[in-house]
């Protein structure tokens, strides 16, 4: 009998921070994976609110919160295809809001269909609850003085509020 190789996933992105939308995804992706690997993107040129090593410990303390076991954190600055290489991982998540996300997908999914032909994108769709929802707009209601507890993990909450603090 032909021995299976396992289906290994990484769901790579600025995390900047995760949010309930990005949970949902994530959820959604350890059912389809044998394992699913978020993949803070570390990248010197894009401004950040939070460290990649915090963004990597609200996401670790936010699947702590979830019932699922087959999910890693790691943090990377090189290109995601080099890393997926190295996890021997042969797909790639994203999330899909509305029609604003899609240029932006469809170019990122060419770029790494060049570099490797290996490569699978996912693309999960938003589920309505979640379609507004953006790190950076969480960004703006929590400085704006907007309770963003439904929206994003525990721990990021916990974050922000001592982010708004300071
Ligand atoms: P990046 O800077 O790489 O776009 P993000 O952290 O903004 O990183 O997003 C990572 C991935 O998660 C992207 O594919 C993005 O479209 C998706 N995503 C972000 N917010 C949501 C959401 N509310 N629902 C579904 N997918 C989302």
Redesign the pocket.
Known sequence: MEIKESKIAI??????P?????I??LRRASVLFDKVIVLV?HNNS?KSHFSPQKRKEMIVAAIKELDINNVDVDVYGGLTIDYAKKAHAKYL?????AVS?FE??FKLAATNYYIDHDIEMI?????NN???????SIMEMTLGGVDVSKLVPNSVYHELLKLKQK
Request: aromatic residues 18%.
């Open positions: 769901y790579p992105g600025s995390f900047d995760i949010t309930n939308g990005h949902d995804i993107a894009k998540i994203r999330g899909l809001r996300d932006y997908e693309f999960l769709m938003a589920h979640f379609e507004f929802i953006s790190s950076s």
